[in-house]
């Protein structure tokens, strides 16, 4: 089944190659963070991706991460 909002082509499914987190540092209890993440490529066999969590009252930069997921076709 399809989600609409996969950029996966249709027939196909994924799985994750490899992933990385950087935490660069601690985040303070009662901190109000945003989560961002893009898509960089989705290609007939890989999908790459990154992240990162900022800060909403101070803009630091909390942690980041990318993702490489391989691209299979079903049968």
């Known amino acids: 089944m399809r989600r609409d909002?996969?950029?996966v082509p249709q027939g196909s499914y994924y799985t994750t190659?490899?992933?990385?987190?950087?935490?660069?540092?601690g985040i303070p209890l009662g901190?109000?963070?945003?989560?961002?993440g893009e898509v960089d490529h989705?290609?007939?066999s890989t999908g790459v991706s990154h992240g990162q969590i900022?800060?909403?009252?101070?803009?630091?930069?909390?942690?980041?991460g990318s993702t490489?997921?391989?691209?299979?076709k079903y049968g």
């Open 68 to 72: 490489t997921c391989i691209i299979m």
């Open 17 to 25: 190659l490899e992933y990385k987190i950087n935490i660069t540092r």
């Open 31 to 36: 901190l109000e963070i945003e989560a961002i």
């Open 54 to 64: 900022r800060g909403v009252e101070d803009g630091k930069l909390y942690a980041t």
């Open 5 to 7: 909002d996969s950029l």
């Open 42 to 44: 989705v290609g007939r």
